[in-house]
């Protein structure tokens, strides 16, 4: 889609630019409309303010410059310089500014001794392909928020799932390895935990510029609301498999109900994500995470060690943040897996 994206809008900056600006070489138009889309996804409208301004900028310290020191190669160096280090100075880091500032200054220095008035149709260049390029992204080709997020979000929850019933049968087994591998696992989230925010970023923008998605913005708050629980998630079972590698390691006694209500998490996650796909409302997510704390509880009756409570704390707490997932208030969330994780305790 990207790709797609850039072609039609370098198009339609070149004909554009040739249609408002008249005869010439207009590479900046084109240049600026792909150079908007192929940034990262989120950060399209902050990208084409950074363009603009880097070409500005670069205009005013190159023209300031070349007045006072002339033109050369050594004078060169001065602009592109001093232009990055002001573009830096005002972002605070690499950016599409920086770029634009150092890149428009090697032009002014290098071009506007030969080619006069060369300024303003770099400025007009760079703004019909910035326009180009978000209105392409927003009204012509506009990505689908929901499918962005989903792609994202999916190598996450598949793991999350997987390796928390490997835990599960680990225990049920009384493979000692096995929890330990799976925390290396979970461990190697951090980057698709990356890239899942980046794309909350993106399809955030869509919703809020495209109106051809605004019809979506409900359902993908929805999901976004959900994706974004699951950093906590993460962590939750990173604990559930540290605990369970030491419970292993030290010899403790494992609860039949531990690997059952670890088993019943992982399913919890799988319908946390079928239903966030689908829209539909987190009843059976919810009840599976109710179950798994109640199954937690039931461990506690023949008396637990060290890190089978740690086990069975980190299971309820995985179990609350699930809830939250769904989009269940915290004190609700903490209520019900408090009084099931009483129930299952209880016995009734």
Not at 2 to 19: P, T
Not at 158 to 163: D, E, H, I, K, M
Not at 185 to 206: M, T
């Amino acid at each position: 889609m990207i790709s797609v994206q850039a072609g039609l809008a370098a198009v339609l900056a070149a004909l554009l630019a040739a249609r408002l600006l008249g005869p010439g070489a207009h590479v900046f138009a084109p240049a600026a409309a792909v150079g908007t889309i192929a940034t990262a996804i989120g950060q399209r409208a902050r990208r084409t303010f950074e363009l603009l301004a880097g070409v500005g900028l670069g205009i005013a310290v190159g023209d300031g410059l070349r007045l006072l020191i002339g033109s050369g190669p050594w004078q060169t160096g001065v602009m592109v310089s001093l232009a990055i280090a002001v573009a830096l100075l005002l972002s605070g880091r690499g950016s599409a500014l920086v770029g634009q500032a150092g890149g428009t200054a090697v032009l002014i220095a290098t071009l506007a001794p030969k080619e006069r008035g060369l300024e303003l149709p770099r400025i007009l260049d760079a703004l019909v392909g910035a326009i180009v390029g978000i209105v392409v992204v927003t009204l012509l080709l506009p990505v689908n928020p929901l499918r962005i997020v989903d792609r994202a979000s999916a190598p996450i929850f598949n793991a999350l799932s997987g390796q928390l019933h490997a835990v599960a049968r680990a225990l049920a087994d009384g493979d000692a390895d096995a929890p330990v591998r799976v925390l290396d696992d979970l461990r190697d989230l951090d980057d698709d935990l990356g890239r899942l925010h980046e794309a909350l970023a993106g399809a955030g923008e869509v919703v809020t510029l495209a109106p051809i998605r605004w019809h979506r913005r409900q359902q993908f708050h929805r999901y976004a609301d959900t994706a974004e629980h699951l950093e906590r998630l993460v962590v939750d079972a990173r604990g559930v498999s540290r605990w369970s590698a030491n419970a292993w390691q030290y010899g403790e006694s494992i609860s039949p109900s531990l690997p059952r209500a670890i088993a019943r998490l992982a399913s919890a996650v799988d319908q946390l994500r079928r239903e966030s796909r689908s829209g539909g409302d987190h009843r059976q997510s919810r009840e599976l995470a109710r179950q798994s704390a109640e199954l937690a509880g039931v461990s506690r009756r023949g008396g637990l060690h060290t890190y089978g409570n740690g086990l069975a704390a980190d299971l309820r707490t995985a179990a609350s943040d699930l809830l939250r997932a769904t989009g269940c208030p915290p004190p609700e969330a903490n209520r019900i897996i408090h009084g099931a994780a009483d129930t299952g305790g209880a016995g009734t």
